[in-house]
């Protein structure tokens, strides 16, 4: 992790967590601390590329910090944007201890110092400026985090993340909405997660075309279009066509958009003699680890010739090699096109755009 002034790990009290004293709204707010700890914090974040390029578990740990950051500017700048109330980020929270948790107290009081000889002129900073340090913000949470994992929901689903999305091969990008994934988060069994699942798939087909709506790279633009037929013959009641047809399609997006060693990686790389090694996902980026862990979960190996018996999971190599009623199924197609939705997503707003950079 990059290193932070006065970042010093204590071993013995790593994993406590101090209690607050008075609530957010209870507590004053000192606004020359607020703004030299939002400058400290952003200006760590974009320096370090924290937001963009740290695995999900140490950037859970770094949000806690950014949550009460938010909720004080909303409290310095109610005043001064005179409406009823600014909108709330619902930022994940997570306590790791110190080990990820970065400790901005030097360059806090190196800019609260810089604001202290001039912030008689905070009753002239135009609300205009407050609004947009807001809106950045709230840019900097959504470039990072999954608009659909929110609140204290979303950390049961990092304790989770493992076994859904690799063990599973559960897509949860994007798709399924909030609460359909907090009682995705809520059970405890594989069988009890496809019982939900199938229960709203109507609505997850929906939000899947709804997303698809929202992609506009001129890269993606053909793609785009076959996973909205996909949704569609879903939604008509053609679940096998729209099985086949997500299942190719993603093999399809893996091959256009990756190099065959990035490929290699996503979906790992095994053979009739040895099988996969599981793949890391602790150092990618949040919406990476989500997206790309389910690909990996969707990608387990399928040897019809070693006696493998057709899953009844969503699995992409026997919805091309297992043509069967075991494998063909209203929710595998359903997991399908989630999973194409998530990966043309991802390629929308991470992917693509770094690479244009």
Same mark, same amino acid.
């Given at each position: 992790?990059?290193?932070?002034?006065?970042?010093?790990?204590?071993?013995?009290?790593?994993?406590?967590?101090?209690?607050?004293?008075?609530?957010?709204?209870?507590?004053?707010?000192?606004?020359?601390?607020?703004?030299?700890?939002?400058?400290?914090?952003?200006?760590?974040?974009?320096?370090?590329?924290?937001?963009?390029?740290?695995?999900?578990?140490?950037?859970?740990?770094?949000?806690?910090?950014?949550?009460?950051?938010?909720?004080?500017?909303?409290?310095?700048?109610?005043?001064?944007?005179?409406?009823?109330?600014?909108?709330?980020?619902?930022?994940?929270?997570?306590?790791?201890?110190?080990?990820?948790?970065?400790?901005?107290?030097? %360059?806090?009081?190196?800019?609260?110092?810089?604001?202290?000889?001039?912030?008689?002129?905070?009753?002239?900073?135009?609300? !205009?400026?407050?609004?947009?340090?807001?809106?950045?913000?709230?840019?900097?949470?959504?470039?990072?985090?999954?608009?659909?994992?929110?609140?204290?929901?979303?950390?049961?689903?990092?304790?989770?993340?493992? /076994?859904?999305?690799?063990?599973?091969?559960?897509?949860?990008? %994007?798709?399924?909405?909030?609460?359909?994934?907090?009682?995705?988060?809520?059970?405890?069994?594989?069988?009890?997660?496809?019982?939900?699942?199938?229960?709203?798939?109507?609505?997850?087909?929906?939000?899947?075309?709804?997303?698809?709506?929202?992609?506009?790279?001129? /890269?993606?633009?053909?793609?785009? &279009?076959?996973?909205?037929?996909?949704?569609?013959?879903?939604?008509?009641?053609?679940?096998?066509?729209?099985?086949?047809? #997500?299942?190719?399609?993603?093999?399809?997006?893996?091959?256009?958009?990756?190099?065959?060693?990035?490929?290699? !990686?996503?979906?790992?790389?095994?053979?009739?003699?040895?099988?996969?090694? @599981?793949?890391?996902?602790?150092?990618?980026?949040? @919406?990476?680890?989500?997206?790309? &862990?389910?690909?990996?979960?969707?990608? &387990?190996?399928?040897?019809?010739?070693?006696?493998?018996?057709?899953?009844?999971?969503?699995?992409?190599?026997?919805?091309?090699?297992?043509?069967? @009623?075991?494998?063909? #199924?209203?929710?595998?197609?359903?997991?399908?096109?989630?999973?194409?939705?998530?990966?043309?997503?991802?390629? #929308?707003?991470?992917?693509?755009?770094?690479?244009?950079?």
């Amino acid at each position: 992790m990059p290193d932070v002034p006065g970042n010093d790990v204590d071993d013995d009290h790593a994993d406590q967590v101090a209690e607050p004293e008075q609530t957010a709204r209870d507590r004053p707010v000192d606004p020359r601390e607020v703004i030299g700890q939002s400058v400290a914090l952003a200006t760590w974040a974009l320096d370090t590329q924290m937001w963009a390029a740290s695995g999900y578990q140490q950037l859970a740990a770094i949000s806690t910090h950014f949550s009460k950051l938010y909720t004080d500017l909303q409290l310095l700048a109610q005043p001064l944007i005179k409406t009823p109330e600014l909108p709330k980020i619902a930022i994940p929270t997570r306590a790791l201890g110190s080990h990820f948790s970065p400790d901005l107290s030097a %360059w806090s009081r190196h800019y609260t110092a810089q604001f202290a000889s001039t912030f008689d002129a905070v009753r002239l900073f135009q609300h !205009e400026r407050l609004a947009n340090l807001l809106k950045n913000i709230e840019a900097l949470r959504n470039f990072t985090f999954l608009p659909n994992w929110t609140g204290e929901m979303a950390d049961k689903g990092l304790d989770q993340l493992e /076994q859904l999305v690799l063990d599973e091969g559960l897509p949860l990008g %994007w798709v399924p909405a909030t609460p359909i994934l907090e009682k995705l988060f809520s059970v405890s069994s594989a069988k009890e997660r496809r019982e939900i699942l199938g229960r709203a798939w109507k609505a997850i087909a929906n939000d899947c075309i709804r997303v698809l709506e929202s992609i506009s790279h001129p /890269q993606l633009r053909d793609q785009v &279009g076959f996973a909205k037929t996909a949704a569609r013959d879903l939604l008509g009641g053609r679940a096998h066509g729209s099985q086949a047809l #997500s299942a190719n399609l993603l093999d399809t997006i893996l091959r256009t958009h990756f190099d065959s060693g990035e490929r290699l !990686e996503i979906v790992g790389k095994g053979n009739k003699k040895f099988p996969r090694e @599981r793949r890391v996902i602790d150092d990618l980026p949040l @919406r990476s680890a989500v997206v790309l &862990g389910g690909i990996w979960g969707a990608f &387990g190996q399928f040897w019809p010739e070693n006696g493998d018996h057709v899953p009844r999971n969503f699995s992409r190599h026997a919805s091309a090699h297992g043509v069967s @009623r075991r494998q063909y #199924s209203r929710i595998n197609a359903l997991l399908a096109l989630m999973h194409v939705t998530a990966l043309l997503k991802l390629l #929308s707003v991470d992917y693509l755009k770094q690479r244009a950079a």
